[in-house]
């Protein structure tokens, strides 16, 4: 089956950096999204790794290892509106199928 | 360009009652899917729909039913409401092979 495991909770102070992990079990690999989540909001994308490596989009960046089955969100010089809840995601790799899974999330606390 | 739109906010309802939750998105987007958000848990596919006429299940589909008459309308239909289907109701679009999906604001339902 296919499966993601995030940490639950992850805490830093203000202008740290912080790492979120995913790894994951799929039966085929269209690779790895995040999302970020704010309390009482809907997730937005974040970013998308598709080949192994380091994306980077502003404090953001992303890395992939489809060897390990892994993948973490780097947050650099973290803002207190970064506290949220960050998602992993991948497609069934299943033939014919558009099935997308997220992981149960990890809620970062950025503190003062 | 409202993006994706999702009605009603929010919905009480009586165990047994069906109701409709609405989804429209004017992206011209092919992709479109339901997911349920449940506390502590991560996003979980219900249908998903790859353009119109054609819609498939997801992780959780039992309770559900979804068509696509038209590529701009996805709505997700409760047949027999039950207290295990409170949850908050996202609906989602994409490209087709974008892996970037947009989501609407949401509807929290409760069923008593």
């Known amino acids: 089956g296919q499966s993601l495991e995030q940490p639950s909770e992850v805490t830093a102070v203000e202008g740290a950096i912080v790492q979120i992990n995913c790894t994951y079990q799929?039966?085929?690999?269209?690779?790895l999204s995040w999302y970020q989540q704010h309390d009482g909001g809907a997730p937005t994308f974040l970013s998308y790794?598709?080949?192994?490596g380091l994306e980077e989009t502003g404090r953001f960046s992303s890395f992939l290892s489809r060897s390990d089955s892994y993948g973490y969100l780097l947050l650099q010089e973290l803002q207190m509106k970064d506290s949220a809840s960050y998602f992993c995601?991948?497609?069934?790799?299943?033939?014919?199928?558009?099935?997308?899974?997220f992981g149960t999330g990890t809620r970062l606390k950025v503190l003062a | 360009n409202a993006g994706v739109t999702q009605t009603p906010k929010f919905q009480v309802l009586k165990t047994g009652q069906s109701m409709t939750l609405q989804c429209a998105q004017d992206?011209?987007?092919?992709?479109m899917s339901w997911y349920r958000q449940d506390p502590g848990m991560g996003l979980r596919l219900i249908h998903y729909?790859?353009?119109?006429?054609?819609?498939d299940q997801g992780e959780v589909p039992n309770g559900y039913n979804v068509s696509r008459s038209t590529t701009e309308d996805f709505p997700l239909r409760l047949l027999s409401a039950a207290p295990s289907q409170t949850s908050v109701y996202f609906c989602?679009?994409?490209?087709?092979?974008?892996?970037?999906?947009?989501f609407g604001p949401g509807t929290r339902l409760t069923v008593t």
């Open positions: 995601a991948v497609r069934d790799g299943t033939s014919g199928t558009y099935k997308y899974i």
């Open positions: 799929t039966s085929g690999f269209y690779g």
């Open positions: 790794n598709g080949l192994d």
């Open positions: 989602a679009s994409s490209d087709y092979l974008n892996y970037e999906q947009y």
């Open positions: 729909s790859v353009g119109a006429g054609i819609t």
């Open positions: 992206m011209n987007h092919e992709y």
